[in-house]
């Protein structure tokens, strides 16, 4: 059995907006064992990366406990605690952390140097071969595009061969070839040895459909978690999606069971022969309505009792 | 260690790839300078007022240029760049520290020409002079630029930070000695000068200057506890506090 690399248990952090609003993360508990892929999955504002944060020591948990290979991680920890756990992540945050006006090369050796990485000239030479960036090693970062900075960045967070790999959004601001490029390197990561365990948060199904684990967040707190498949396990074989405000009284009307998400779309779990009695009434009844297999942004709205806003996945 | 060499390497870098920041923090000081050596010039009886005026004008290069660390810890927070020093095994110390060293060379290193000028205007000065006064130019850039870090980590908008730094480092210079001379100055004004450790600092420089340094304990004392006070202040305020998420 895989050890624990990350354990969050009760987890509450809740900070006040400028609106006056409490934000942030309530009693969140899970675990990550030795080279699992989890997702962290929910709109913006529903704690991702507040809950990131946490984790990589750039703020406290004010109630709970997060341990990471073993130690826990809160403020009166000592010098040698504080090394070992930050020796041991690799974060990529929303926006890069590279300096726009130093080279690739530059920036490397500089987080080589932060990390105390023995043979940086060496560690960073292969990490740019391996992320295909060294024919670019001396070009100044801020002239790089989108993709080509992410690389970098990844590049940067994988120098001290970390055990947990915290990407917060990571494919913000990439084309579609540059993120799935993105993705295909995050699930390359599970033949190196050993294999991180990888935390990566997202708005988008079709990235949360890659990972081995999918955490639904919303509004600060864990709504399930579970394998793509299991979660969409409990949503039969097809997604029947009614939209408008009438839904709600053709389901009664018809004595069925379905899930309201707060715009008031219903959500319907169908096997086919269901399907198959429903469909003729409902293309006489003049909704509007979507149908097909079910997907992350379904099992997401059924559970939640909300859409996922942003999400690619739309289920028809 | 390496940390440490490696941050203050990349500040280095980065003020040599921006060199208008450089002229620009230059270019204020050295034409109020030249302006109101050349306004006030009758109004010393004996000596040259742009002389008289040199060490506080070192001094002012100095504290502009130091407005410049506390940007750059805004911009790199703002770029990104911070978030991953900050989560990263490196100590706090050496964040500050880099910061601090570099205003620190890049301060005296633009204070020095204008000390260098000195004795082409009738003023003493000597190569040890110039040496010990880049010393004191150090300290201070050190000082101001450690209270500038410690205001910058709680300030979001570098237009706020630089307002509010003006704001302090205008009336600090102002009252200090750099422009009025004690025997011509109101009364209330030279009793300010004496607790405002910038003039302690440019004491320090005067002195250095003219060869007095070592009669001068007090000023130089409180221009070294200034620096003292500003690197932990610094030292202090990114290392203990997390910055609150702002997304």
Same mark, same amino acid.
């Given at each position: 059995m895989s050890e624990s690399v990350l354990k969050v248990e009760n987890v509450q952090r809740l900070h006040k907006t400028k609106q006056g609003e409490q934000v942030g993360v309530h009693d969140v508990s899970f675990a990550i064992n030795a080279g699992d892929w989890v997702t962290l999955l +929910?709109?913006? +504002?529903?704690g991702k990366s507040t809950l990131l944060r946490l984790i990589s020591s750039a703020d406290w948990a004010r109630q709970g406990e997060i341990t990471i290979v073993g130690i826990r991680v809160h403020p009166g920890w000592t010098t040698r605690e504080r090394h070992t756990v930050r020796a041991a992540l690799g974060v990529v945050f929303?926006?890069?952390?590279?300096?726009?006006?130093?080279t690739i090369e530059e920036n490397l050796r500089t987080a080589a140097a932060l990390l105390g990485t023995s043979d940086a000239a060496g560690r960073v030479d292969e990490l740019m071969d391996r992320f295909a960036i060294a024919d670019r090693? +001396?070009?100044?970062?801020?002239?790089?595009?989108g993709g080509l900075k992410r690389r970098a960045d990844l590049a940067r967070a994988m120098l001290g061969s970390p055990r947990l790999l915290i990407l917060d959004?990571?494919?913000?601001?990439?084309?579609p070839e540059a993120r799935l490029s993105l993705l295909d390197t995050l699930n390359g990561f599970?033949?190196?040895?050993?294999a991180p365990a990888i935390l990566h948060s997202t708005h988008l199904t079709e990235e949360a459909e890659r990972s081995d684990r999918v955490l639904f967040m919303d509004r600060g707190r864990l709504a399930a978690d579970a394998t793509p498949a299991e979660l969409r396990? !409990?949503? !039969?074989?097809r997604t029947l999606k009614i939209e408008g405000p009438e839904a709600r009284a053709w389901i009664e009307a018809h004595d069925l069971r379905a899930s309201f998400t707060e715009s008031g779309h219903a959500l319907l779990s169908l096997t086919e022969p269901e399907l198959e009695r429903v469909m003729p009434e409902l293309g006489r009844s003049g909704l509007s309505f979507s149908v097909g297999p079910p997907s992350l942004a379904d099992a997401y709205a059924s559970i939640v009792g909300r859409e996922l806003n942003g999400s690619s996945g739309g289920g028809a | 260690m390496n940390a440490f060499l490696m941050l203050l390497k990349r500040e280095i870098v980065r003020m040599i790839r921006r060199p208008s920041q450089l002229v620009s923090t230059l270019a204020m000081p050295v034409m109020i300078w030249v302006f109101i050596g050349a306004g006030f010039?009758?109004?010393?009886?004996?000596?040259?007022f742009a002389a008289h005026l040199a060490p506080g004008m070192a001094i002012l290069v100095v504290m502009l240029s130091t407005i410049m660390v506390g940007m750059s810890l805004i911009e790199d927070r703002h770029m990104g760049f911070l978030q991953g020093v900050l989560v990263?095994?490196?100590?706090?110390w050496a964040v500050a520290g880099s910061k601090l060293a570099a205003a620190g060379l890049l301060g005296a290193l633009q204070g020095v020409p204008l000390l260098l000028i000195t004795p082409l205007l009738g003023s003493g000065g000597s190569f040890v002079g110039v040496v010990l006064a880049a010393v004191v130019l150090l300290l201070t850039a050190i000082a101001i630029g450690g209270f500038g870090l410690t205001l910058a980590w709680w300030i979001d908008s570098s237009r706020g930070y630089h307002g509010m730094m003006m704001v302090l480092i205008m009336p600090l210079w102002l009252l200090s000695g750099s422009i009025f001379t004690p025997e011509t100055a109101a009364r209330w004004l030279v009793v300010v000068s004496k607790v405002n450790p910038v003039e302690w600092c440019r004491l320090s420089a005067d002195a250095a200057m003219d060869g007095t340094l070592a009669s001068s304990p007090l000023a130089l004392g409180g221009c070294v506890l200034f620096a003292v006070a500003g690197t932990l202040a610094a030292i202090r305020t990114l290392g203990a506090t997390p910055r609150t998420s702002t997304g």
């Amino acid at each position: 059995m895989s050890e624990s690399v990350l354990k969050v248990e009760n987890v509450q952090r809740l900070h006040k907006t400028k609106q006056g609003e409490q934000v942030g993360v309530h009693d969140v508990s899970f675990a990550i064992n030795a080279g699992d892929w989890v997702t962290l999955l +929910g709109p913006n +504002g529903s704690g991702k990366s507040t809950l990131l944060r946490l984790i990589s020591s750039a703020d406290w948990a004010r109630q709970g406990e997060i341990t990471i290979v073993g130690i826990r991680v809160h403020p009166g920890w000592t010098t040698r605690e504080r090394h070992t756990v930050r020796a041991a992540l690799g974060v990529v945050f929303q926006s890069p952390s590279l300096d726009p006006l130093l080279t690739i090369e530059e920036n490397l050796r500089t987080a080589a140097a932060l990390l105390g990485t023995s043979d940086a000239a060496g560690r960073v030479d292969e990490l740019m071969d391996r992320f295909a960036i060294a024919d670019r090693a +001396g070009d100044r970062v801020g002239t790089l595009s989108g993709g080509l900075k992410r690389r970098a960045d990844l590049a940067r967070a994988m120098l001290g061969s970390p055990r947990l790999l915290i990407l917060d959004e990571p494919t913000t601001g990439l084309d579609p070839e540059a993120r799935l490029s993105l993705l295909d390197t995050l699930n390359g990561f599970k033949s190196l040895d050993p294999a991180p365990a990888i935390l990566h948060s997202t708005h988008l199904t079709e990235e949360a459909e890659r990972s081995d684990r999918v955490l639904f967040m919303d509004r600060g707190r864990l709504a399930a978690d579970a394998t793509p498949a299991e979660l969409r396990a !409990g949503l !039969g074989d097809r997604t029947l999606k009614i939209e408008g405000p009438e839904a709600r009284a053709w389901i009664e009307a018809h004595d069925l069971r379905a899930s309201f998400t707060e715009s008031g779309h219903a959500l319907l779990s169908l096997t086919e022969p269901e399907l198959e009695r429903v469909m003729p009434e409902l293309g006489r009844s003049g909704l509007s309505f979507s149908v097909g297999p079910p997907s992350l942004a379904d099992a997401y709205a059924s559970i939640v009792g909300r859409e996922l806003n942003g999400s690619s996945g739309g289920g028809a | 260690m390496n940390a440490f060499l490696m941050l203050l390497k990349r500040e280095i870098v980065r003020m040599i790839r921006r060199p208008s920041q450089l002229v620009s923090t230059l270019a204020m000081p050295v034409m109020i300078w030249v302006f109101i050596g050349a306004g006030f010039g009758g109004t010393m009886g004996e000596g040259s007022f742009a002389a008289h005026l040199a060490p506080g004008m070192a001094i002012l290069v100095v504290m502009l240029s130091t407005i410049m660390v506390g940007m750059s810890l805004i911009e790199d927070r703002h770029m990104g760049f911070l978030q991953g020093v900050l989560v990263s095994p490196a100590p706090r110390w050496a964040v500050a520290g880099s910061k601090l060293a570099a205003a620190g060379l890049l301060g005296a290193l633009q204070g020095v020409p204008l000390l260098l000028i000195t004795p082409l205007l009738g003023s003493g000065g000597s190569f040890v002079g110039v040496v010990l006064a880049a010393v004191v130019l150090l300290l201070t850039a050190i000082a101001i630029g450690g209270f500038g870090l410690t205001l910058a980590w709680w300030i979001d908008s570098s237009r706020g930070y630089h307002g509010m730094m003006m704001v302090l480092i205008m009336p600090l210079w102002l009252l200090s000695g750099s422009i009025f001379t004690p025997e011509t100055a109101a009364r209330w004004l030279v009793v300010v000068s004496k607790v405002n450790p910038v003039e302690w600092c440019r004491l320090s420089a005067d002195a250095a200057m003219d060869g007095t340094l070592a009669s001068s304990p007090l000023a130089l004392g409180g221009c070294v506890l200034f620096a003292v006070a500003g690197t932990l202040a610094a030292i202090r305020t990114l290392g203990a506090t997390p910055r609150t998420s702002t997304g």
